[in-house]
Structures are given as C-alpha cells and as structure tokens.
C-alpha cells in the first residue's frame, strides 16, 4: 500500500518550455501533498505544500509564480515549471500523506528535468 | 542553518555486521523522526520512524534510537546486506506552526555493504 506515481520520470527540453509533473496516490486520499527538489549530492529541500482544495504554501525563497502547484483532487497534484531555464534543472520529488499524525510521507520516484 | 545533519557522507561495512547510521538535529520542535532509503533516479522509500516521546522502536532487521537529550539519532541495521547498499536520509517532522508536518532532511549517508 502507500503507491505514489509521479510522472514524468525524466524531461528534456528547451529553455522557456513550461513543464507540468504529476504526483498521484495511487491507493489512499492525501490530503497534502509536498513538492521537494534534491540538487546532486545534497538533500532534499522542501519547496512546497500542496492542500487540496486550497492554495500551495511555498518554502522561503521558492518563487510562488515560476513553480504553480495544483491540487485538485485527493489523488492528484500538479507542479509546473513555467518558462523554465537551466538553473531549474534538477530532481524533483513529489511526496503524499494521508494527513494522519503517525502516517509518514510517500515519495514518488522523482522527475529529472534538463533545461537545455 | 542545517537543522537536521549526517555528518558521515559515506559507511562501509561487511555483509553479517553491523550498520550505525547517525543523525543529529538542533530543533526541539519536531515531532516525528524517520529513516528513508534512496536507491539512484528514485525516490525514498521509507523505512522506520520513531516519536519523539519513545527512545527505541524496532522493526526487524532496522531499529532506530532516539536520545533526546543528546538530540542524535541513530539507525542500526543488522545484520547488513549487500542490497542495504543505498543512501540512506534522516528526516525530522515539524511538530507545530508553519512547520507541523513538513520534513527537514539530513544530507544522506551512502551506505556499501561489502559481501
């Protein structure tokens, strides 16, 4: 139990793309949903949290307007990277809770983007 | 500030023995403390996890300490084998405020068990 799908697990593409990944519970209701980016050898560092229903709360530093989060159903939330540039190349990981105090979050497998 | 640290990057061990991964932390404000373990291109899987009221939880092969006192957590595996072999993240979750919930994670510790 406990599945998240993310999708796509790999994109490439040009500078000013906009780029839409999808996070998805595949066997339980999350409640929230978080958007982590993991730069190469370091952590991951949360950018967002995603409600459904509500708007995203993004972490200091995250720009609320180049990284849109959607989270539309129980099941389903959405990150988008709008006109994306090579400095937004990274691993993006998507993470789901069934809100549940003592639940721990579920990753999905991670998005790497390439800018080019 | 790094509010959650590994300050081993890497451990290597032989298969049957032993693995210690330890983790300490600054803030007293969490809640919840867990293991994840991350193979290349995936993402983490978790592991265990401990409240911050318990010192000890144990689930098979994998026990987590907690020394509150000390703010360190550890993480055993025994007996290690080689497909243990990945980097393994502590992550600390906020208890209230703008934080209930959310994960601070360690840098990882790459983990090679030898066979």
């Not at chain 1, 530093?61 to 937004?88: C, M, Q, R, W, Y």
């Amino acid at each position: 139990g406990a599945v998240v799908s993310q999708h796509p697990s790999r994109v490439i593409c040009k500078s000013g793309t906009s780029v839409k990944i999808e996070c998805r519970s595949l066997d339980f209701q999350a409640t929230t949903m978080f958007w982590y980016r993991q730069f190469p050898k370091q952590s991951l560092m949360l950018m967002a949290t995603s409600n459904e229903g509500s708007k995203a709360t993004y972490e200091q530093g995250v720009e609320k307007d180049k990284f849109l989060i959607n989270h539309a159903s129980l099941t389903l939330s959405t990150l988008t990277v709008t006109s994306a540039h090579p400095e937004d190349s990274s691993f993006y990981i998507c993470s789901a809770s069934q809100g549940f105090s003592n639940q721990p979050q579920h990753f999905g497998d991670g998005t790497r983007l390439s800018i080019l | 500030d790094q509010q959650v640290k590994q300050n081993s990057p890497s451990l290597s061990v032989q298969e049957g023995r032993i693995s210690i991964l330890n983790c300490d932390y600054t803030n007293s404000m969490f809640d919840y403390f867990l293991w994840y373990k991350k193979y290349p291109a995936e993402g983490p899987t978790f592991l265990i996890s401990i409240s911050s009221i318990k010192d000890k939880n144990e689930d098979g092969r994998f026990t987590v300490f907690l020394n509150k006192s000390a703010k360190h957590l550890s993480l055993h595996i025994v007996p290690s084998q080689p497909g243990d072999s990945a980097v393994y993240f502590c992550a600390a979750r906020g208890a209230g405020g703008t934080s209930y919930g959310k994960l601070t994670f360690g840098q990882g510790t790459i983990l090679t068990v030898h066979p």
